[in-house]
């Protein structure tokens, strides 16, 4: 590459040019991943249009159900599963992947439907995202229907399970598209089965580090320095 940084020496740019191939090939696996994921064929209909909860403007409830969430019919839904259960506190981890879409959200809504769903109450899901100045973000309760335990999000025993899942419209028809399934595929020696990296900033961050991922770090609610 005609690019020098300086008081780097011919070993250093050496490896950092073999590292530039390796990052050419990840780029386009990636590509190709995401070209594999659009062509899946039609999946499953949903089997029943699940009524969530949200904050309504004057500070109650409302119903809404999951085909009303297609603002823009024309587009994917996205819903991401935050765990966040009833009687629990809110997951630190899911916290953190929030505060960053949350980020996200208003640069994709004009191509996306995009909303938060947790099992726990409404009320105390939205005050947290209130604090955490989610603004952005569409924050629903799954408590009165059974989309987690449908869609990969709670599991048998009730645990939470954090997951995306898009649907999408077909005709008069809502399908499911894909699921983060990666979190249940059998872990590899070394690997930790984080499951949405690609859209995750904090680890893809740290990777460009020499220290890389620590091993003991995962994000927090709040920090010593906060």
Known sequence: MPVQIPGEDAAYRAARDALLEAERSLRREVERVAALRR?????????????????????????????????????????????????????????????????????????????????????????????RGWDALRMLSSARNTYHADYLSESSDGAQIPMINVFRRDGRTIRHFWSSELFFAENEEGQHPRHVDMAFPIWNLLDYTPEGRPADFFPQLAYEDD
């Open 39 to 131: 062509a899946l064929p039609p999946g499953g209909p949903i089997p029943t249009d699940y009524v969530f909860e949200e904050r309504a403007p004057d500070g109650g409830t409302r119903p809404v159900p999951l085909s009303a969430l297609f603002a823009r019919p024309d587009k994917s839904l996205l819903l991401y599963s935050f765990m966040y259960a009833e009687d629990a506190d809110p997951c630190p981890m899911c916290t953190s992947f929030l505060d960053a879409l949350a980020g996200v959200a208003p640069h994709v809504r004009g191509v996306l439907n995009l909303a938060v769903v947790a099992r726990g109450p409404i009320d105390p899901v939205t005050d947290w995202a209130a604090q």
